[in-house]
């Protein structure tokens, strides 16, 4: 069984900011491998901070000189300036115990787990809409309502186009990395949230 590089959502509120983006890895400093550049096929750079769990498995597993399937979370300011945290590496035959024999291309894997390189779930509350410029504002919660602090809420700005009408609406997105711009390629209106009384 292939472990799959997005897992299923298990709570229809669930928030989550994560993708899958194939390139090489190179870290700024050769000795300090958390900060570096995640270089696609096109040539596109994008600035990436290594998380502390993905260290260990890069130091133990990774040639830095080939391309990977990297799991990570976007952070981005603009519409045009994305940044990468990895979370994790996605490689069936090294790292997911599948039969090293097989002959099926990872890209294939991915397809078969309904996933493709480039793309990113984004699930949260939507919270500003400009028709246009055709943007969204999506607010992330990076921890459960109990131990919510400012620190753990992020906001993620995707293009595209949702209605005015389902601001505040929580909303689950399937959205594309397309150079330093994620695109939404589609969503669904989950429920209105219920504002929180003061």
């Given at each position: 069984m292939i472990k799959n590089p997005i897992q299923e959502v298990t709570n229809k509120l669930q928030y989550r900011a994560i993708g899958i983006v194939k390139g090489i890895y190179k870290p700024n400093k050769i000795d300090q491998l958390n900060r570096g550049t995640l270089t696609d096929k096109e040539g596109k750079?994008?600035?990436?901070?290594?998380?502390?769990?993905?260290?260990?498995?890069?130091?133990?597993?990774?040639?830095?000189?080939?391309?990977?399937?990297?799991?990570?979370?976007?952070?981005?300011?603009?519409?045009?300036?994305?940044?990468?945290?990895?979370?994790?590496?996605?490689?069936p035959y090294q790292l997911n115990q599948v039969d090293k024999n097989s002959e099926k291309d990872p890209n294939k894997l991915l397809e078969e787990l309904n996933l493709n390189n480039n793309y990113f779930s984004i699930r949260g509350e939507m919270v500003y809409v400009?028709?246009?410029?055709k943007e969204i504002v999506i607010k992330i919660c990076s921890s459960p309502p109990s131990k919510r602090s400012k620190y753990s809420t992020f906001k993620i700005i995707i293009e595209g186009e949702i209605s005015l009408q389902f601001l505040n609406n929580f909303v689950s997105l399937d959205v594309i990395r397309d150079g330093s711009t994620l695109r939404m390629v589609k969503y669904e209106i989950i429920e209105k949230i219920k504002s929180k009384k003061v």
């Open positions: 750079i994008i600035e990436t901070v290594i998380l502390g769990k993905a260290i260990a498995l890069i130091k133990k597993y990774i040639d830095l000189e080939k391309d990977y399937f990297w799991i990570v979370y976007p952070r981005n300011k603009n519409i045009n300036n994305l940044h990468l945290q990895v979370a994790g590496i996605w490689d400009n028709t246009q410029k």
